[in-house]
C-alpha cells in the first residue's frame, strides 16, 4: 500500500508542473491576443487618417491649382490649338517639304521646362546588433519553450 502511494506522488507533482507551465504559456498567448486586437485597432484608425490624407490629395481643385503652379498648365489657350497642316508629317522627303510654303508653328515658341532639382533619400540609421542579453534570452526561450508563438521551428523537428 505504501508503494502504491509513493507511485502518485510523482505522478501528482508531474501534473502540478503541467499545470504551472500550461497555465503561463495561456496567460502568454492571452496577452499576444489582447495586444493583436490592439494593434489591429491601431491599424484601423492609421487606415482612416490614409484614406482621409488621399481624398483631400487627389481633390481635383487642389491638383489642377498645383498643376497650374508647377506645371505651368492652365485652360487652353487658342495658340495651343492646332490644326493637322501644323503637325510635322512622317515619311515625307525633303524635297516635298521644300516645295511647300513653311507656315509659322506657334508650337516652335513654346519650349519645354523641365525640373532639374533631385531630390536624395535620407540616410538610413546604421544597424545595430543585438545585445548578448536578448540573444541569450531568446535563445533559452527557443529551448524552454519550443512551440511557443512565433517559435520557428522545421519541418524536421515535428512529429
Given at each position: 500500500?505504501?508503494?502504491?502511494?509513493?507511485?502518485?506522488?510523482?505522478?501528482?507533482?508531474?501534473?502540478?508542473?503541467?499545470?504551472?507551465?500550461?497555465?503561463?504559456?495561456?496567460?502568454?498567448?492571452?496577452?499576444?491576443?489582447?495586444?493583436?486586437?490592439?494593434?489591429?485597432?491601431?491599424?484601423?484608425?492609421?487606415?482612416?487618417?490614409?484614406e482621409a490624407e488621399w481624398t483631400y490629395l487627389n481633390d481635383p481643385e487642389r491638383l489642377r491649382e498645383l498643376s497650374a503652379q508647377y506645371l505651368g498648365f492652365g485652360p487652353p489657350a487658342i495658340t495651343n490649338i492646332a490644326d493637322i497642316g501644323m503637325l510635322p508629317m512622317k515619311g515625307v522627303s525633303d524635297a516635298a517639304s521644300e516645295s511647300t510654303p513653311a507656315k509659322h508653328n506657334p508650337l516652335d515658341d513654346i519650349k519645354p521646362q523641365f525640373q532639374t532639382e533631385l531630390r536624395t533619400p535620407p540616410a538610413a540609421p546604421p544597424a545595430?546588433?543585438?545585445?548578448?542579453?536578448?540573444?541569450?534570452?531568446?535563445?533559452?526561450?527557443?529551448l524552454l519553450f519550443p512551440t511557443a508563438a512565433g517559435a520557428t521551428s522545421s519541418s524536421a523537428e515535428r512529429p
Open positions: 500500500m505504501r508503494a502504491v502511494t509513493l507511485m502518485w506522488i510523482p505522478l501528482a507533482i508531474g501534473v502540478g508542473v503541467s499545470m504551472f507551465l500550461l497555465k503561463y504559456k495561456v496567460q502568454a498567448l492571452e496577452d499576444e491576443l489582447v495586444a493583436k486586437q490592439a494593434q489591429v485597432v491601431r491599424d484601423r484608425a492609421a487606415i482612416r487618417v490614409l545595430r546588433s543585438p545585445s548578448v542579453v536578448s540573444v541569450t534570452v531568446a535563445r533559452l526561450q527557443r
